[in-house]
């Protein structure tokens, strides 16, 4: 499996792109569409097409952001899941792990390569490194979280989000 690195990474206090995206629900929605209505969280993963230790941290960290969807929801929070799988492999995942959030297509890898987020790359199979963005009410990116895992992402990202403040970025 190799990491394919994309472009350098957007960071806290930069706006966030518009791309748009396939959703679950079957609307072409932009990222930015969220942009004056409400804060949200985007998190990149791969696990739909993955399999073993890294399908298992896929799923982990999957059905942690479902335990806090009611969390962020209450919260005035919206939660994206993004993938770089095709329509169908996500909506049977959708469906194994009934998830209350959308999940994004990024089949063509057009939002991981505007936000730099990084890939691996296991023949023709392309799965995002997991990744977390926490976006202001205003359309600004207040937090990256590179590797994202369970534990504790949730509280960092609405903390981030709450405090309006612009997180520490990894170069």
């Given at each position: 499996?190799?990491?394919?690195?994309a472009r350098p990474r957007v960071q806290a206090g930069d706006p966030m792109p518009s791309v748009g995206l396939r959703a679950s629900d079957g609307y072409?929605?932009?990222?930015?569409?969220?942009?004056g209505k409400?804060?949200?969280?985007?998190?990149?993963?791969?696990?739909?097409?993955?399999?073993?230790?890294?399908?298992?941290?896929?799923?982990?960290?999957?059905?942690?952001?479902?335990?806090?969807?009611?969390r962020l929801t209450k919260a005035g929070i919206a939660l994206v899941g993004i993938t770089c799988d095709n329509e169908e492999q996500q909506k049977q995942y959708l469906e194994e792990h009934a998830l209350p959030f959308l999940l994004f297509c990024d089949e063509?890898?057009?939002?991981?390569d505007l936000l730099g987020v990084p890939t691996t790359v296991?023949?023709?199979?392309?799965?995002?490194?997991?990744?977390?963005?926490?976006?202001?009410?205003?359309?600004?990116?207040?937090?990256v979280v590179?590797?994202?895992?369970?534990?504790?992402l949730i509280a960092r990202l609405m903390?981030?989000?709450?405090?309006?403040?612009?997180?520490?970025?990894?170069?």
């Open positions: 499996m190799t990491i394919k690195s072409l929605l932009n990222l930015r569409s969220f942009v409400q804060a949200a969280v985007f998190v990149f993963f791969g696990a739909p097409t993955l399999s073993g230790q890294a399908r298992e941290a896929g799923d982990a960290l999957v059905e942690a952001l479902k335990r806090a969807h009611p063509r890898r057009s939002a991981v296991k023949g023709e199979n392309y799965n995002a490194v997991p990744t977390a963005f926490a976006v202001a009410v205003d359309g600004t990116i207040v937090d590179d590797n994202a895992g369970p534990k504790g903390e981030s989000i709450e405090e309006g403040h612009l997180a520490p970025t990894h170069s």
